[in-house]
């Protein structure tokens, strides 16, 4: 049976911790070491640029009206080219039209629960939606089906996008609903190229999950720990010395709100004013990005309204998204933009 690798590769990890025994840290160690050990050559190289993008079948989810739907996301293998794929042979579907709703301007890494697919008439567990992506030459597939084993929730989005450690869950967390956010109505919608836009979003959230700043007290007592463990303060200046922590990848909370582009020109270049918090997972340090290390929301104002400056490059029709994140779940609204010489 054909699946998303990604979805997989999550599976597969927590059926191994369940089976022996290891916690989550401890599998990942061992399987670390095991794949170190035969050759140092064997390690993941990362990328720039020059790579493509795997589409991912992330699951499926059930509405309340009982509708049935597709999740899908991708992994951009690049660390900062981001690609646009026009919708066609190279960025369709097998059944029905070949636009589904998917993005044609793809951003790094990895971008999970993008989009998602009503689940045609008919549909049975062994039949297949599959979505195909061709970039830098290479075509890639993702497979969705309404195998059991696949169904998704709130929960499993917040564990899957690093919000909450895998397998873990609270009655804050099952309580948590995703924000709300609204575009406010646009005065022109046809702009010229290289002239400023004014957008402003309006966003509400139930304050669900809080943000957890560490107190005074066990900041010093972390220092204090450091002080006497040469070791673990080496691991801390290094984290390549530290063994995994998590099966999942780790994510900041807080509400937040990002602008991207979802569809757009070939090599258009949208600027945001002022820079938008990266909707994509860049886990490195000092990025603008609620999976890098200390990061942290900025302060939403009490209104919920903040106005953004976008400006476009190229001539063309723009579909821009923003995005509400609690840090657990998040809500989208698109606008068109059309943008002339």
């Given at each position: 049976?054909?699946?998303?690798?990604?979805r997989?590769?999550?599976?597969?990890?927590?059926?191994?911790?369940?089976?022996?025994g290891?916690?989550?840290?401890?599998?990942?160690?061992?399987?670390?070491?095991a794949?170190?050990?035969?050759?140092?050559?064997?390690?993941?190289?990362?990328?720039?640029?020059?790579?493509?993008?795997?589409?991912?079948?992330?699951?499926?989810?059930?509405?309340s009206?009982?509708?049935?739907?597709?999740?899908?996301?991708?992994?951009?293998?690049?660390?900062?080219?981001?690609?646009?794929?026009?919708?066609?042979?190279?960025?369709?579907?097998?059944?029905?039209?070949?636009?589904?709703?998917?993005?044609?301007?793809?951003?790094?890494?990895?971008?999970?629960?993008?989009?998602?697919?009503?689940?045609?008439?008919?549909?049975?567990?062994?039949?297949?939606?599959?979505?195909?992506?061709?970039?830098?030459?290479?075509?890639?597939k993702?497979?969705?089906?309404?195998?059991?084993?696949?169904?998704?929730?709130?929960?499993?989005?917040?564990?899957?996008?690093?919000?909450?450690?895998?397998?873990?869950?609270?009655?804050?967390?099952?309580?948590?609903?995703p924000?709300?956010?609204?575009?406010?109505?646009?005065?022109?919608?046809?702009?010229?190229?290289?002239?400023?836009?004014?957008?402003?979003?309006?966003?509400?959230?139930?304050?669900?999950?809080?943000r957890?700043?560490?107190?005074?007290?066990?900041?010093?007592?972390?220092?204090?720990?450091?002080?006497?463990?040469?070791?673990?303060?080496?691991?801390?200046?290094?984290?390549?010395?530290?063994?995994?922590?998590?099966?999942?990848v780790?994510?900041?909370?807080?509400?937040?709100v990002?602008?991207?582009?979802?569809?757009?020109?070939?090599?258009?270049?949208?600027t945001?004013?002022?820079?938008?918090?990266?909707?994509?997972?860049?886990?490195?340090?000092?990025?603008?990005?609620?999976?890098?290390?200390?990061?942290a929301?900025?302060?939403?104002?009490?209104?919920?309204?903040?106005?953004?400056?976008?400006?476009?490059?190229?001539?063309?029709?723009?579909?821009?998204?923003?995005?509400?994140?609690?840090?657990?779940?998040?809500?989208?609204?698109?606008?068109?933009?059309?943008?002339?010489?």
């Amino acid at each position: 049976m054909k699946r998303s690798v990604w979805r997989i590769a999550d599976c597969a990890l927590r059926r191994a911790q369940g089976a022996l025994g290891f916690s989550k840290a401890g599998l990942l160690w061992i399987g670390a070491a095991a794949l170190i050990a035969p050759s140092l050559g064997a390690q993941s190289l990362s990328y720039t640029k020059g790579q493509n993008i795997s589409p991912a079948y992330e699951g499926w989810e059930q509405a309340s009206d009982g509708s049935k739907y597709f999740l899908f996301g991708y992994m951009n293998r690049n660390w900062e080219e981001e690609i646009d794929v026009p919708i066609g042979p190279e960025n369709g579907f097998n059944v029905g039209s070949a636009d589904q709703g998917q993005p044609t301007h793809f951003l790094p890494r990895r971008n999970r629960f993008v989009f998602r697919v009503k689940v045609p008439n008919g549909f049975g567990e062994k039949d297949e939606l599959i979505w195909t992506l061709t970039t830098h030459g290479k075509t890639e597939k993702a497979f969705a089906t309404l195998r059991p084993d696949y169904v998704i929730d709130d929960v499993v989005k917040a564990s899957e996008t690093g919000a909450l450690g895998a397998g873990t869950s609270s009655p804050e967390v099952r309580a948590n609903k995703p924000p709300s956010v609204h575009i406010q109505e646009i005065k022109a919608r046809t702009v010229k190229a290289g002239e400023p836009l004014t957008v402003v979003s309006e966003v509400k959230d139930d304050g669900i999950p809080k943000r957890r700043t560490p107190s005074l007290a066990t900041l010093q007592a972390a220092q204090a720990r450091l002080a006497q463990d040469p070791v673990l303060a080496a691991q801390v200046r290094n984290p390549s010395m530290a063994p995994p922590s998590r099966i999942t990848v780790g994510k900041n909370v807080g509400l937040h709100v990002s602008w991207f582009v979802y569809r757009g020109p070939i090599n258009a270049k949208v600027t945001f004013d002022p820079p938008q918090v990266k909707p994509w997972e860049d886990t490195r340090a000092g990025a603008n990005s609620p999976w890098a290390p200390v990061w942290a929301a900025p302060k939403i104002p009490e209104d919920g309204l903040q106005p953004v400056q976008v400006t476009f490059s190229e001539p063309g029709t723009y579909v821009l998204r923003c995005r509400a994140d609690d840090g657990a779940l998040v809500a989208d609204e698109e606008v068109t933009i059309v943008v002339v010489r």
